[in-house]
C-alpha cells in the first residue's frame, strides 16, 4: 500500500528557518489539503510552533480545522458572494475576506441574521487580477467599513510574479501601502497589514509587513535561489509487490509501448497515476525555460525513475492507474524491498495517508 512519507524533523526545521527568516508573525496556508501534507497533519505541526492564524481558500476545510483547533484564528482566503459560503465562515467565527462590495453586503446580511459580528480583511487586488479592490475602487472600499456586523481587522494583497519579478513585486506593495494609507485617512485604524507568501519572502528584501502568509515554503518546495537552507520533503513510498524475469523481445506495458532488449528482472511497484505518480509538476508557475525543459525532456525520451532500496531504476513500458513495472536488472531486488518516487506533494492523491517520520 502507498503511502506519502514526511520527514518530521526536517519539516521543524524548515518552519524554524522561515520564522527568523520573516521576524513577523506567521499566517499558516493550509489550503490544498495543507499543501499536499494532510490538512489535520500538517495544520497540527504548525501550531506546535506557535503559528496562531491559518488560511484557507475552501470553506469546506473550515469545519475541518474547527476540529483541531482552539483559540486559533481561520482566514478564509476568499472574497465570496455566496450566501451558503458566507454562512459558514460566520457560523464558525472565522476572518473573512472581502474584495468586492458584493462581498461585504452578502456577509453584512448573514452576520446580521446570524446575530454575529465577522471579523474581515479587507483585500486589494494590486495586479493578481483575482479577488480585491482595484486601488482605483478605493472609495466602494473605505464605505465597506460602515456596514453593520463587519469588523475589519486587517487588510492584504497577493503578489503576482514575487518567485521571478522583483521589480513588480515592489511596485505592488507600494501600490499596497499607498491604497491602505488612503483607507486609513478615512476610517483609522485597519489592522494587520500582509502581503508576502513564501516566494516573495525568500526572493524579494524589505517586503513583509506585519506579517507573512507562508505555505510552500514549509515543504521546501518553493521556487527561489535563496540560499536558507530549506529541507525538500515528502516522498511517496510503497513495497515491491512482485518481481519476474521476462525474455528479450518482450512486450511491456499497455499497447506494447517497450520493447525489451535483453532478459530483464521486473519489479512491480504499486504506484500509479492514481497514486499521482507520473501526472504532476514541480513547479507552481511555469515560464519559458520551464516550458523549453519539458520539451527537451520530451524530445529525449527522459525516462522516469523509481528508487528502490536507494538505487534508481528506470520505468519500463508506462505508468499505469496502480502499479509501475520497473528495470531492476542485475540486482538482487525482491518483493517487500521499499521502492519511493520524488513526487510533489500538491499531486498526491488526497486519500493517499500521509506518515510523518
Known amino acids: 500500500m502507498s503511502r506519502y512519507v514526511i520527514d518530521k ?19 499558516g496556508v493550509v489550503k490544498g489539503n495543507g499543501y499536499g501534507f494532510g490538512i489535520k497533519e500538517f495544520t497540527l505541526v504548525l501550531k506546535e510552533h506557535g503559528i496562531k492564524t491559518f488560511a484557507v481558500t475552501e470553506v469546506t476545510d473550515v469545519p475541518v480545522l474547527k476540529e483541531i483547533l482552539e483559540g486559533e484564528d481561520i482566514l478564509v482566503m476568499r472574497s465570496t458572494a455566496v450566501e451558503s459560503e458566507a454562512r459558514i465562515i460566520a457560523e464558525n467565527g472565522c476572518i473573512a475576506t472581502i474584495g468586492s462590495l458584493e462581498a ?17 480583511h479587507l483585500k486589494i487586488d494590486t495586479g493578481m487580477g483575482r479577488y480585491g479592490f482595484m486601488p482605483s475602487e478605493v472609495e466602494n472600499a473605505i464605505s465597506c467599513y460602515s456596514l453593520p456586523n463587519l469588523e475589519f481587522i486587517g487588510a492584504y494583497t497577493h503578489f503576482s510574479s514575487a518567485f521571478r519579478n522583483r521589480e513588480l513585486t515592489k511596485a505592488q506593495l507600494v501600490m499596497f501601502k499607498d491604497t491602505m494609507e488612503q483607507v486609513k485617512k478615512a476610517v483609522g485604524e485597519v489592522g494587520t497589514l500582509h502581503c508576502a ?31 536558507i537552507g530549506l529541507n ?12 519476474k524475469t521476462v525474455p528479450a523481445g518482450y512486450k511491456v506495458g499497455y499497447n506494447g509501448t517497450y520493447t525489451t532488449k535483453r532478459e530483464t528482472k521486473i519489479a512491480i511497484v504499486p504506484i500509479g497515476h492514481y497514486d499521482g505518480f507520473g501526472l ?78
Open 197 to 227: 507568501n513564501s516566494p516573495a519572502l525568500l526572493n524579494v528584501e524589505d517586503v513583509c509587513l506585519d506579517s507573512v502568509r507562508i505555505g510552500s515554503a514549509f515543504t521546501g518546495r518553493v521556487i527561489t535561489t535563496s540560499k
Open 104 to 120: 461585504a453586503e452578502t456577509m453584512s446580511r448573514i452576520s446580521k441574521e446570524l446575530g454575529v459580528t465577522t471579523r474581515c
Open 232 to 243: 525538500r520533503l515528502g516522498s511517496l513510498e510503497a513495497e515491491v509487490v512482485e518481481v
Open 280 to 357: 504532476g509538476k514541480e513547479k507552481e508557475q511555469y515560464d519559458l525555460r520551464y516550458i523549453l525543459s519539458v520539451i527537451k525532456r520530451f524530445l529525449n525520451k527522459k525516462q522516469m525513475y523509481v528508487r528502490i532500496n536507494g538505487e534508481m531504476h528506470y520505468v519500463i513500458g508506462g505508468i499505469g492507474l496502480s502499479h509501475t513495472a520497473v528495470d531492476v536488472t542485475g540486482t538482487d531486488i525482491k518483493a517487500g524491498d521499499l521502492a519511493s518516487v520524488d513526487i510533489s506533494p500538491l499531486m498526491v492523491n488526497p486519500r493517499i495517508e500521509r506518515i510523518y517520520k
Open 9 to 27: 524533523k526536517g519539516l521543524d526545521d524548515n518552519i524554524e528557518l522561515i520564522k527568523k527568516k520573516a521576524g513577523v508573525p506567521l499566517i
